[in-house]
Each structure stands twice: as C-alpha cells, then as structure tokens.
C-alpha cells in the first residue's frame, strides 16, 4: 500500500489537538524571561532601598554630635553596612563627608572617611580637606554658617542574569548604583573629628 502524500497532509492540518501545546512551548521562553527579569529587577529594588537607609542613617547619626573619633566613625560605618546583607558587601563603599558649603562659592572638604566593604577593618582617607567637594551640594542646602554632611554609598549589584541585561542597563559587571543624602548638623555648626 502505498502512501498518500496530500491527503495525509490535509488530515495533519487540520488535526487540531495539539495546538496548544504547540502555543505553549512558542510562550514559554517568553514568560521564562520576563520571570527572570522580574526577579533579577526585584533584587536591585531591594539592594536600591537598602543603599538608600544605609546613607540616610550614616547622615543622620553623624549630625547627632559635634564631635567624632576616627574609631566611632568606622563603628558607625561598620554598623551601617550591614544593612545590605544577605547581598555581598564586597564592593560597597560608604563615604562620609562633612563640608562646608558656603552659598556664594564652591563647597569644601572639611574633614572625610571612607568604609570598603572589601576590607571591613578599617577606614580609607576621604578626600583632602580644603578640596572641592566630589558631590555637588544643591544650593537650597548650602549656608554660610553651619556645615554639611554629605553621606555617599556606591555599589554594584552582579546578579545572574545582570551580563544578559548589559545592553540595557550600559554596564558589563551588574547594577551599578550611587546614592548620596545631606544633613545638617543638630548639635552645633560644625562637626570636627578627633
């Protein structure tokens, strides 16, 4: 007997069974990226606010006394780290920087200290007092009389799809992110470290 090309041709397109398994196995890589990308993006939210109190506090804890110790500094930068967790705190970088910022002329340094989450231990030179501030300090928060605090996280989150992701967010090695918030000191105009 021999076989039939065309009529079995006609029964196969018009057999309609498996259509939708046909449908959901076109769907599923689609739906399996936008699962992925839901949560990849999740992530960064969360890794965005949790950047976002780190910096809050450090500016606010700062602004509570007129005068700090290097060691109380680092505690305080020590503590305030591990609010990223359960994220890697390898390439957080928690600055603090108190400058004066009169409101006619360019802010300057007064006194600054650096964390690394790479090296926990121990404070790294902010930048030199008497230079001009990295972070442009906006004018409705610039005075001629007290000084500012300027707290300044930066961060890369690498998620597993972040490389995929490269193209649209410009960079290679994950969610790049960096935060800053002002204070004012509460205590007295000026905050100095020992």
Do not use: C
Request: charged share 15%.
């Amino acid at each position: 007997m021999a076989i039939r090309p065309l009529p079995l041709l006609r029964r196969l397109a018009a057999d309609r069974r498996a259509v939708s398994g046909v449908e959901f196995a076109l769907f599923l890589p689609i739906l399996l990226l936008i699962l992925a990308a839901t949560v990849d993006l999740g992530y960064a939210f969360t890794v965005s606010r949790k950047l976002t109190q780190i910096m809050t506090t450090v500016s606010d804890l700062t602004s509570n006394q007129s005068e700090w110790t290097e060691t109380e500094i680092l505690h305080i930068l020590k503590a305030t780290s591990y609010i990223v967790q359960p994220y890697d705190a390898g390439t957080l970088v928690i600055a603090l920087t108190v400058v004066d910022a009169p409101v006619a002329g360019q802010p300057k340094v007064a006194w600054g200290k650096t964390f690394k989450g790479a090296t926990p231990t121990a404070l790294v030179a902010g930048p030199a007092p008497g230079t001009v501030s990295e972070v442009s300090v906006p004018a409705a928060v610039r005075n001629d009389t007290s000084q500012i605090i300027v707290g300044r996280v930066t961060y890369t989150l690498s998620t597993p799809f972040s490389s995929l992701w490269s193209p649209l967010t410009g960079s290679g090695d994950g969610y790049r992110f960096d935060r800053f918030a002002f204070a004012h000191p509460r205590v007295s105009d000026k905050i100095a470290l020992k």
